[in-house]
């Protein structure tokens, strides 16, 4: 009995060993992940991390974010111009279905594919039909951009979308400067413009959202990010239908790249909830690891005393 009690004991312990060495790799894991991601980050492209002081934003994205509008009227007498070419106004997709709004520009390099590809697949899971139940309108912040560039943008992503048939519901639209910014005012969208890599004004830093817009072409629901929860996208877009507005959201914006002559590098802005998750993440663990430590000191005690009593018995 007292040689299967110091059994048990020794096997204990060198369990305890074992997930205590186990729970110590995944917390040095967890703090070490932040600097590798950082790193593999840095590395793409030559980017880095640009500087910032205190929990300002730089200069240049002081302009720049999402003003929740809910309510507010689109102008719908706003001319652009289709990716056909045909000159349109925001009004002529309004009246009969809500809308899903995105302001990207088809050159950008980063951010506005994410957005895109984030609302594609989205819809991918949402059990409404383009044309029929509701439009997409993609509006091009850069008037230097052409029908040409927004077709080919059309036919990237519905392709990606998978339903050819509904091309009639998604719309890429182009524009001059009064119109762009009579929506992206309407909509609380800020931008401006900033140099590419060759120094020229070729560029915009922004941030990411997706409106949805009632049957009447009223701002009802902003999402915020570049991914969608269909859920939440299906019903923005039934109640939009029912000209219903929604409530404001979170405003934690994701920012898009952007080139900084300064330092011949381009700057990475992050959203601030992946820090914040980061930060909750490691704390989760570090007090998980706390916990676990102490259930193995209190069973190893344990195992010791009634070692110790075995062993006088």
Known sequence: MKKTTTIRSGSARRFSVVRGAALLAAFAFALSAPLYLTAQVASYGDKQAGENQGDQLPNVLQKVGVQQHLNQQLPLDAKFVDETGKQVEIGDYFGKHPALVSLVYYNCPMLCSEELDGLTSSLEMVHLVPGKDFDVIVISIDPTETPALAAKKKEFYLKRYGHPETAAGWHFLTGQTPAIEAVSSAIGFGYVRVPGPDGKLTQYAHASSLEVVTTSGKVAQYYLGV???????????????????GSPVANILTYCYHYDPS???HSLIVARVVQLGGMVTVAGLGGFIFLMFRRDLKLGRDHDLTRDSTDKG
């Open 227 to 245: 991914e969608y929860s269909p859920k939440d996208v299906l019903l923005g877009l039934i109640e939009a239908s029912n000209n219903k507005i």
């Open 263 to 265: 330092i011949n590098k």
